[in-house]
């Protein structure tokens, strides 16, 4: 079935800094979103992309259907940044079948 | 606004105990629903979906059933809990045109001892 491999599983960064987190699909899938984790363990939405590129804030997104990742681009990380952001990606079928990556913790350090 | 509540927050059953879980969706007109199940330690995966009243179709089978008996409720039940039904469990819901953004719950967290 539709897999989605979320990397990395943890990431660190300094207050300021930026990097990026990744979905990679076995298989095409028509729509990605992104999710943190709030402190109950549901989810916020960050982003639904069907296609290109959103940015909210200090977060970017992509999503490229064809070469099958999407990506999530935190800048300028911040310390409540810190959490557990998850990408679910959309596969083929009516269902509205969100398959989800496994999550990655993030922690920004002062 | 649109807003979702799920009950209860939290439940501790017993093995072989009957299950209800409520969700419901206020300020939206004939949403998609959804029944979503996380054990702990692993990933969230959808049980259930629903487009309209009095229909659901089951994505997973883990003993468990659902109901959609009006426009806004989607019911998450079973007759006989297992050990493995423990685990976080979370209901969501999109626009009706399908393919669009999905909207969580607080969620239920249960126990099964």
């Known amino acids: 079935g539709d897999q989605v491999e979320q990397s990395p599983s943890a990431l660190s960064l300094h207050e300021g800094t930026g990097s990026a987190l990744r979905c990679n699909f076995t298989?095409?899938?028509?729509?990605v979103q992104w999710f943190r984790k709030n402190s109950r363990g549901s989810l916020i939405n960050l982003f639904y992309l069907a296609s290109g590129t959103k940015e909210n804030g200090r977060l970017k997104s992509a999503f490229d259907s064809k070469e099958r990742y999407s990506t999530l681009h935190i800048r300028d990380a911040q310390l409540e940044d810190s959490g557990t952001y998850f990408c679910a990606a959309e596969g083929g079928t009516n269902t509205g079948k969100l398959t989800f990556g496994d999550g990655t913790v993030l922690t920004v350090k002062p | 606004a649109q807003t979702i509540h799920q009950w209860p927050v939290a439940e501790i059953k017993a093995v072989g105990s009957p299950l209800s879980l409520g969700c419901t969706i206020k300020?939206?007109?004939?949403?998609?629903l959804y029944w979503y199940w996380q054990a702990t330690g692993g990933t969230l995966q959808q049980l259930f979906y629903s487009i309209t009243v009095g229909q659901v179709e089951s994505v997973v089978q883990l003993n468990l059933s659902a109901s959609r008996p009006k426009d806004d409720q989607f019911i998450l039940s079973t007759e006989k809990l297992l050990l493995s039904h423990s685990g976080f469990y979370l209901c969501a819901w999109s626009l009706p045109r399908g393919q669009d953004t999905q909207y969580f719950g607080p969620g239920t967290r249960l126990l099964v001892l």
């Open positions: 300020g939206k007109s004939s949403p998609n």
């Open positions: 298989t095409t899938m028509r729509a």
